[in-house]
């Protein structure tokens, strides 16, 4: 059984694909142990325990530096045996937890990687801007700085002539970034994901899936 840990920040939509996942018992080989909030009035605390999962809070206000506080992070995360750390919306930077949990961070980018990486801005906006015609979402592992790393999956969405920033994030959330990250913990959970270098490989499933 995979221990998950689920850090999350604000309303915690993509959140709620992972507490649906369970409730429904999607995810095989799947334990989500705890959500970790940066503030108690983040709605993902209220939805993780509306979901009876245990959740708490990090403060970074109690810390001198964003690095004590990532490490306090890591150590809660380390006393409580998380095999995988699973990003939702988390705002705060990641600071020593990838070094900690190399392989081992899952996140989602509304956006096909590298598309709009070294840009500064929303991708869903950058994306609008630049009149593409076709946008999507990446899953991927976390890399040593708690940028996107390994790429696991990637999914296209078509972009409407009337999409505003809102209707694309929302399309983009609920079409593409839930399922692929979902599947991107699925693999995980079931021993199927290696990496190599830069780059995920996908192992054969085992003769009984």
């Not at 709009?116 to 976390?142: C, I, W």
């Not at 002539?161 to 209707?167: H, L, N, R």
């Not at 694309?168 to 079409?175: I, P, Q």
Request: aromatic share 8%; glycine share 6%; proline share 6%.
């Amino acid at each position: 059984m995979v221990r998950a840990a689920v850090l999350a920040s604000g309303e915690g939509a993509r959140l709620q694909a992972i507490l649906d996942a369970v409730y429904f018992h999607e995810l095989k080989n799947f334990e989500l142990v705890a959500v970790i909030c940066p503030q108690r009035s983040c709605f993902a605390m209220t939805r993780a325990l509306n979901a009876g999962i245990p959740a708490y809070v990090v403060d970074p206000e109690l810390f001198p530096n964003m690095t004590s506080h990532s490490m306090a992070v890591a150590n809660k995360l380390k006393d409580m045996d998380i095999d995988l750390v699973i990003l939702a919306d988390y705002k705060l930077p990641l600071g020593v937890v990838p070094y900690q949990f190399r392989n081992r961070i899952i996140a989602t980018y509304p956006a096909l990687y590298p598309a709009f990486n070294e840009e500064d801005g929303d991708p869903v906006a950058l994306a609008l801007e630049s009149g593409l015609k076709v946008s999507g979402a990446t899953a991927y592992f976390s890399d040593g700085d708690g940028k996107v790393g390994a790429v696991i999956l990637q999914r296209s969405l078509e972009v409407r002539e009337d999409d505003t920033v809102e209707s694309l994030s929302l399309r983009l959330m609920e079409e593409c970034e839930w399922p692929i990250l979902n599947e991107a913990i699925s693999l995980f959970c079931s021993g199927r994901l290696f990496v190599r270098g830069k780059k995920v490989e996908f192992l054969p499933p085992e003769p009984d899936e």
